[in-house]
């Protein structure tokens, strides 16, 4: 008798076993999600944008404020404007290419630029290069020498965004430009 209690407990037990085995054997569900890389190839004398200048996102106030990004990527405000969380600010990204202790000269296009929305268009000003020591770049060049003796060189640049009172909210956007010279 207790031969034959215990055979169809394990029966059972063998049963539930092999139910869930062939479960366990269905064939997953997978997806394809297409991902991206990029790549710049810089040639000699030469330099190219690695990221884009970026405020981020500000909340507007009822009186007019700044957003600044320093070249290191620190975001500061003044007045009425807020910095919203993890708002995706960045200052530009450049690198190139010359010879080790080679004199380069950087300027801008303009002092000024504006960015342009919905919208009255905002100011951006007091563009400053990420050197040592970090120097405000103005379209008078300022002359600098590549220290890496590959020649290889990177710099950030920040700058300031003049924010309205009761800013139209959307998006702006703004060109500027930037030249180097190798001497």
């Known amino acids: 008798m207790i031969w034959t209690n215990r ?27 297409p991902g991206s890389a990029e790549i710049t190839i810089v040639r000699p004398l030469s330099f190219v944008i690695d990221d884009n200048l970026d405020f981020g996102t500000v909340v507007r106030g009822t009186t007019a404020g700044t957003v600044t ?13 807020a ?6 600010h960045k200052p530009a990204s450049f690198a190139g290419q010359g010879t080790f202790n080679q004199r380069v000269d950087i300027s801008l296009g303009a002092n000024t ?10 100011r951006v000003r007091d563009f400053v290069i990420g050197s040592t020591p970090t120097a405000v770049l103005t379209t008078t060049p300022l002359r600098f020498q590549i ?24 998006s702006y956007t703004g060109n500027w430009s930037i030249t180097l010279n190798y001497f």
């Not at 630029?113 to 905002?122: K, R, S, V």
């Open 7 to 33: 055979f169809p407990q394990r029966a059972a037990t063998a049963s539930l076993l092999a139910a869930f085995a062939t479960l366990a054997v269905q064939p997953a569900h997978a997806g394809t999600t």
């Open 69 to 81: 990004i320093a070249p290191t990527g620190t975001r500061t405000q003044t007045g009425g404007v």
């Open 83 to 88: 910095l919203a969380n993890g708002g995706g």
């Open 113 to 122: 630029i504006f960015l342009n929305g919905p919208g009255a268009p905002m």
């Open 147 to 170: 220290a890496a003796p590959t020649g290889i060189f990177a710099f950030p640049v920040g700058a300031t965004l003049e924010v309205a009172a009761n800013q139209a909210p959307g």
